[in-house]
C-alpha cells in the first residue's frame, strides 16, 4: 500500500549504491509490520554540511506550559540515547497532538497520522489514502504526489495504510522543500478534491475489457484493485493475514485494512466520503515533526490555515481495545497459491503457531519481550532454531516468525515453511517441547549478553535516516496513547532489564511461563497450496460481477461505458501543474561535504580509509577479486557465502562460534558482486564481499574473530551443512511477487551481456533453477568438497582490498589490530583481475509463474557511469518514467510500478511492477523513442528541471558513516566524479537531451533484452517473433 516510487527492496546492494539509491526496504511493504522491528538506530550527529540549530543545554527553548501558536507545550525531555530534545504540544482547540523532536540533523522529517481501523475488508482507508493525495482545494491537480516527486529533493515521500492507521511521510534536507512539501500533504489530508472520478481510477470500477466497445466483457479495474490481488500474490502475505485476522477475531485485525480484492467492490464512493468526514479530523490526527528545522512556522501555518477550523471531537471512535483472552487454544487451516519455483507440491504447506502478548502501550514489558524473541528465535543458539528447525524437515523458519508489535495486543509467532501436511503434528509437539525444555532449563548467560550488546551497539550505529526509523518505530505505540518518549530511552530499559535479571536468576524464565506455556490465547495456523487457487479466485470475482450487475438498473449500466470513456479522457487530458510548488535551481543546495579518504599499501593490500565521526564503532569492509574462479566454482559463491560462516570453526563449534561473534560484532555479511568497470563498461570484476562493524572496545576482538572465520573455517558437519543448504533454497523462491520488477531487470539484463548473465545467475531467478538443479544432482560430500575447495582459494591477501571507516583518533588503534591480522593471512598466486564483458544478440525470455500479475522489463547497453553522456540518459530516464510510463502503463493500463533507470553498469532499463499486461506494456517500452522524440522537440526549461531534480533526490541521498567512501571502495566512484556527476545533472540542456535521445533511441539497439515474468499466456511465441 506505500506509494514510494523507489521500488528497491530487495535490489543488490551494489546495484542501490552505485545509483546512490538506498534500498528503501519499506517501500512496498503492505502492513507497517515489516518496518521497523526494533529501536534500531543511532546518535549523536550525522556527519553534516552544516550544523543549524543545536541544543546545547538544558535550558530548552521552548517550553512547558508555554502557549506557541495555539499549542500547549506539554512535555519536555532531553534523550541522550539519540542526543535530541522530545517536545510533546498540544493543539488547545481540537486536542491534537504534535510530537516534535529536534535534532541536529538536516534529514527533516515530516508526517500526519490519522487512527483508521477498518470496520470491514472493502479497504476504504487505503482508497482514501490514495484519493488524499489526488488533488486539493489549493492543489487541484491530479496526483500531485507523483508529481511532487520531480519538483522536490525529499529523501521520501510515502503514504501508507496500516493495520490501525493511516500515515503520511515525507523527509528532505532542503528548508524551501519542506514548506512546499509540508503545504501540500496538510491541505491534501484535511482538503482533499475527493473526485469520483479519481475513485474510479484508484479504487474500483466496472469497464469493458475494451474501453471503447460497449459489447466487450465488464472486468473490475482499479489501482487499489489490483495492487491487492498483487500483495496477496506473495503466500507469505497470505500467512500474515490469516495470523493476524484468526489471533484478534474480535477486533479490527479482522478485516484486511488494504482491502480483500473480493470486498473492495462492496465499497460506495459515499462511504469513502463519509470515512474521511469522521477520520480525518485533527482531533484523531497526530502530527511528528523531526530535525534541525524550527518548528514555529510549521505551528503557525497548522493553526492558522486549517486547525482553527475544527473543533474537538472526542476520538473514542477510533480507540482500540484490548482483545478479550481466550480460554483455549484456536486452530485455523487457509489454501494458498502453488508457487512455480518452490519446493514439490507436498511440502509447500506453512506452519506456525502465535500467542496474544501484552498490551502495546506497555514500554518495558515490550522492549522485555522483544529480548526474550530473540533469545527465542535468533541464530543456532535460540531454542526454537534447535527445536523446530534442527530436526531438519521443513526449509527452516517462514517469514512470519517474530515479536510483532504494531498491533494494540502484541504476539509472537514462530512458523515454519516447506513442511509437508504428515509433519504439522510433529510440529505442534516439537514447539510444546521447547518451551517446556526452555522453562526448565532457563537460558545460557553468555547467550542473553550477546543479545544485550547487540542492541546496545543497535544504538551507536548510525543510519542515515534516523527521523524516519524513529517514527516508524514509535508510530504503533503513539496510535494506542502510548508514551512515545519513555520508547526512546533504550538505554534506560535496558539497565531496568540488567537489575531485574541479577536480582532474579528466574526472570526470563518466568516470562517464558506467563507468555508462553500458560497463555491460552494461541493460535495454530496451517496453509496447502491449492492448484485451483486461482481459477476459485477467478469464479468468485465472475459471479461477484454477475451479482452486482444484475442489481445495476439499466441506466447505471450505461453509465458503465460512458464512465470508461470519461476516465480516459481526464487521463490523457493535459493539465496546468503550475498550481504546485516547485524548487527553484537557486533553493538547490551545494553537493554534501565529503571526509578525504586515504588510500593506502599496508602489507601489500590497498586499504582505504575514513576518518569519520562514527559514534565510536569501526566498520570494516573487504572484498576478494574472485574473477579467476571458473565459472563452476563461481555459481556456488553465493551459497557458500550464505553456508560456510554459520558451520563454526576447527577450534569452536557453531553455537558457540555465533555467541562470540554476536558478543564483540555486529555479526559478519557476506555477498557476492559483479561490479562492471564504470570507465569504460567493457570488463567486469566479480568479488566477494565482507562487511562487518564492532565497538571501537572490541576492534581486537573483530580482528581476530574475522582470521578465525576466514582461516579455520570448517565444512565437515554434513548433516548440517544439508539442513543449511536446503533453508538457504527454500527461501530463494521467498519474495520474488514483492520484488518481480528487480528479478525482471536482472532477467533482462542477463540477455544483453555476459556479466548481466552472470548476475542473474547468481542473484536471480536462473540462480534459484540453478540451484535447485545442482543439489538434486550432487551428493552433499561432492557439495562440501566443492564448497572446501572454493573457501580455499578465496581468503588471500594477494586478491584483498579493505576499507576502514572509524573516527580519526581511533584510527592508530585499527590499523594496529589489522596489520597483526593482516600477518596471519595467506598470500596466493595472484588471480586474475578483470574479465572481458561480451554483448550478447537480441532476445526475449518469457519466465512463467504462477502470479496473476506481470513484470516486464526491457534493457539495453548505452553507456557506463563515468562516460559524458551517463548523466543526461538519467534525466531522461526520469522523463520517461514520470511523462511517459507513468500516464500510460500506470493511470490508462493499471500497473501499479513502472519507470525507466540507468545503472552504473551502463544498462538502460524499462520495467512494470505488479501490471495485468504483458506484451502490451513491451510495446509500450518500444514506442519509447516516438514519444521521446515529439516530447524533446518541445521540451520546456521546468520540465526538464524536474527531470534534474527528480535525479538530484537520489544522488544526493544522505549516506551513514559507516557507508562513506564505500562507492569509491566498491565501484571506484571518487567524490570528485561524483560531484562532477551531479553538475553535469544540473546542466544538461534540452539540445543535449535531444542529441542524445537521437543517439541512443532512434535506431533500436543492438544489444537489447526483454522478459515477462508472469502467468503462462496464450500468444507469447508471437512475441518472441516480434523482437
Ligand atoms: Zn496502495
Redesign the pocket.
Known amino acids: 500500500?506505500?506509494?514510494s516510487v523507489k521500488y528497491l527492496h530487495g535490489v543488490p546492494r551494489s546495484l542501490c549504491r552505485a545509483l546512490h539509491e538506498t534500498a528503501v526496504t519499506r517501500a512496498l511493504s503492505f502492513s507497517v509490520e515489516d518496518i521497523v522491528r526494533l529501536v534500531e538506530p543511532t546518535a549523536d550527529a550525522l556527519y553534516h554540511r552544516e550544523s543549524l540549530q543545536v541544543v546545547t543545554d538544558r535550558d530548552y527553548k521552548y517550553k512547558e506550559g508555554q502557549n506557541y501558536h495555539g499549542f500547549q507545550c506539554e512535555r519536555v525531555e532531553y534523550i541522550s540515547d539519540f542526543d535530541l530534545t522530545s517536545h510533546t504540544l498540544r493543539h488547545m482547540e481540537t486536542g491534537l497532538e504534535l510530537w516534535y523532536l529536534n535534532r541536529n540533523d538536516t534529514n527533516n522529517v515530516f508526517s500526519i497520522n490519522f487512527r483508521t481501523p477498518p470496520v470491514d475488508s472493502t479497504g476504504v482507508a487505503?482508497v482514501l489514502?490514495?484519493l488524499t493525495l489526488n488533488g486539493s482545494e489549493k492543489y487541484p491537480v491530479r496526483d500531485p504526489f507523483f508529481k511532487m516527486l520531480n519538483r522536490s529533493v525529499a529523501t521520501n515521500m510515502n503514504?501508507?495504510?496500516g493495520a490501525d492507521l493511516t500515515v503520511y511521510i515525507f523527509s528532505t534536507r532542503n528548508e524551501t522543500d519542506y514548506r512546499n512539501i509540508q503545504r501540500i500533504y496538510l491541505d491534501s489530508v484535511f482538503r482533499p478534491s475527493l473526485l469520483y472520478i479519481d475513485y474510479l481510477q484508484e479504487g474500483w470500477r466496472f469497464e469493458h475489457k475494451n474501453v471503447h466497445d460497449k459489447r466487450s466483457e465488464i472486468i473490475i479495474k482499479g489501482?487499489?484493485y489490483n495492487?491487492m490481488i498483487g500483495i496477496f500474490s506473495e503466500n507469505s502475505r497470505l500467512f500474515r493475514k490469516g495470523l493476524v485476522s484468526n489471533l484478534l477475531p474480535e477486533l479490527a485485525y479482522k478485516y484486511t485494512a488494504?482491502g480483500d480484492p473480493l470486498e473492495i467492490p462492496n465499497l460506495t464512493y459515499l462511504k469513502l466520503i463519509e470515512f474521511h468526514q469522521k477520520y480525518y479530523h485533527p482531533s484523531n490526527a497526530r502530527i511528528f515533526c523531526y530535525g534541525s528545522f524550527d518548528i514555529m512556522d510549521t505551528l503557525e501555518f497548522l493553526n492558522e490555515e486549517y486547525l482553527y477550523h475544527y473543533d474537538y471531537t472526542d476520538p473514542a471512535y477510533s480507540h482500540v481495545p484490548l482483545h478479550p483472552r481466550w480460554s483455549s487454544p484456536h486452530y485455523a487451516h487457509l489454501p494458498c497459491r502453488l508457487v512455480s519455483r518452490g519446493a514439490p507440491k507436498d511440502k509447500q504447506n506453512q506452519i506456525g503457531c502465535a500467542l496474544l502478548m501484552c498490551d502495546r502501550t506497555n514500554v518495558q514489558e515490550v522492549f522485555e519481550l522483544n529480548v526474550l524473541a530473540e533469545l527465542l528465535i535468533r541464530g543456532p543458539n535460540s531454542a526454537f532454531y534447535k527445536g523446530l528447525v534442527e530436526p531438519n524437515f521443513s526449509g527452516g523458519f517462514n517469514r512470519n516468525t517474530g515479536y510483532y508489535f504494531t498491533s494494540r495486543d502484541t504476539y509472537f509467532a514462530v512458523g515454519l515453511q516447506d513442511v509437508s501436511a504428515a509433519d504439522f503434528d510433529r510440529f505442534y509437539e516439537l514447539f510444546q517441547q521447547t518451551l517446556h525444555k526452555t522453562f526448565i532449563k532457563g537460558f545460557d548467560p553468555n547467550h542473553v549478553e550477546s543479545v544485550l550488546h547487540k542492541l546496545e551497539m543497535s544504538l551507536k550505529h548510525q543510519t542515515a535516516d534516523v527521523g524516519n526509523t524513529l517514527l516508524f518505530s514509535s508510530m504503533a505505540l503513539w496510535n494506542h496513547g502510548g508514551d512515545v518518549v519513555a520508547n526512546l530511552r533504550v538505554s534506560e530499559m535496558l539497565r531496568l532489564l540488567r537489575a531485574k535479571l541479577s536480582e532474579n536468576k528466574y526472570y526470563l524464565q518466568q516470562k517464558v511461563e506467563q507468555y508462553f506455556l500458560t497463555n491460552s490465547h494461541k493460535l495454530t495456523l496451517t496453509m496447502s497450496p491449492d492448484e485451483s487457487y486461482d481459477e476459485n479466485f477467478r469464479e468468485a470475482e465472475k459471479k461477484l460481477i454477475t451479482q452486482k450487475l444484475s442489481e445495476l438498473s439499466p441506466g447505471s449500466l450505461g453509465k458503465i461505458y460512458r464512465n470508461g470513456i470519461q476516465l480516459e479522457a481526464t487521463q490523457k487530458a493535459k493539465e496546468n501543474t503550475n498550481v504546485l510548488p516547485c524548487l527553484s535551481l537557486e533553493d538547490v543546495d551545494e553537493p554534501i561535504g565529503h571526509p578525504q579518504l586515504t588510500e593506502e599499501l599496508i602489507d601489500n593490500v590497498p586499504t582505504q580509509l575514513c576518518a569519520v565521526p562514527t559514534n565510536d564503532i569501526t566498520y570494516l569492509n573487504c572484498l576478494f577479486n574472485i574473477t579467476s574462479l571458473s565459472h563452476d566454482d563461481a555459481m556456488l559463491v553465493p551459497l557458500f557465502c550464505n553456508v560456510f560462516k554459520n558451520m563454526g570453526t576447527r577450534n569452536h563449534d557453531f553455537r558457540e562460534f555465533d555467541k562470540m561473534i554476536l558478543s564483540k560484532t555486529a555479526n559478519f555479511d557476506f555477498k557476492v558482486k559483479v561490479v562492471e568497470d564504470v570507465e569504460h563498461g567493457m570488463s567486469y570484476k566479480i568479488g566477494l564481499l565482507m562487511t562487518t562493524y564492532a565497538l571501537d572496545k572490541n576492534v581486537k576482538d573483530m580482528f581476530a574473530l574475522c582470521e578465525e572465520l576466514l582461516l579455520n573455517f570448517k565444512l565437515d558437519d554434513t548433516d548440517r551443512l544439508k539442513m543449511l543448504i536446503e533453508n538457504y533454497i527454500s527461501k530463494l523462491s521467498v519474495g520474488i511477487a514483492v520484488s518481480g520488477h528487480l528479478y525482471a531487470m536482472l532477467c533482462s539484463a542477463a540477455l544483453v551481456s555476459d556479466a548481466g548473465q552472470l548476475k542473474s545467475h547468481l542473484l536471480g531467478i536462473d540462480h534459484i533453477d540453478f540451484m535447485k538443479n545442482y543439489i538434486e544432482q550432487n551428493s552433499i560430500e561432492d557439495i562440501r568438497d566443492r564448497l572446501k575447495d572454493i573457501g580455499s582459494k578465496v581468503f588471500s591477501k594477494s586478491n584483498m582490498r579493505v576499507a576502514i571507516n572509524s573516527s580519526e583518533d581511533f584510527q592508530p588503534t585499527v590499523l594496529e589490530h589489522y596489520q597483526t591480522f593482516l600477518q596471519n593471512l595467506p598470500t596466493f598466486e595472484d588471480m586474475t583481475e578483470t574479465s572481458k564483458l561480451r554483448l550478447l544478440e537480441p532476445s526475449f525470455q518469457h519466465y512463467v509463474m504462477n502470479v496473476p500479475v506481470n513484470y516486464c522489463a526491457k534493457s539495453f547497453f548505452a553507456v557506463p557511469y563515468l562516460h559524458e553522456d551517463h548523466p543526461v540518459l538519467r534525466v531522461i530516464a526520469k522523463l520517461v518514467s514520470a511523462k511517459y510510463l507513468l500516464p500510460v502503463v500506470r493511470e490508462q493500463n493499471g500497473a501499479?510500478g513502472t519507470g525507466a533507470r540507468i545503472g552504473y553498469d551502463g544498462l538502460f532499463h524499462f520495467y512494470s511492477y505488479r501490471d495485468p499486461h504483458s506484451r502490451k506494456t513491451l510495446d509500450i517500452f518500444d514506442k519509447t523513442y516516438e514519444w521521446l522524440a515529439a516530447m524533446s522537440d518541445r521540451l520546456d526549461h521546468q520540465t526538464l528541471f524536474e527531470a534534474k531534480l527528480g535525479v538530484l533526490q537520489l544522488l544526493d541521498w544522505p549516506t551513514a558513516p559507516g557507508e562513506l567512501g564505500i562507492d569509491y571502495f566498491i565501484l571506484r566512484v571518487s567524490h570528485e566524479d561524483y560531484c562532477k556527476y551531479r553538475s553535469r545533472v544540473l546542466s544538461v540542456t534540452a539540445d543535449e537531451v535531444r542529441s542524445v535521445v537521437h543517439k541512443y533511441f532512434k535506431e533500436e539497439p543492438r544489444h537489447v533484452g526483454k522478459c515477462i515474468l508472469g502467468p503462462q499466456r496464450e500468444r507469447i511465441q508471437s512475441q518472441i517473433e516480434n523482437v
Do not use: C, D, K
Open positions: 500500500m506505500h506509494r487505503h489514502e490514495h503514504a501508507l495504510t489501482i487499489v495492487e488494504g501499479y
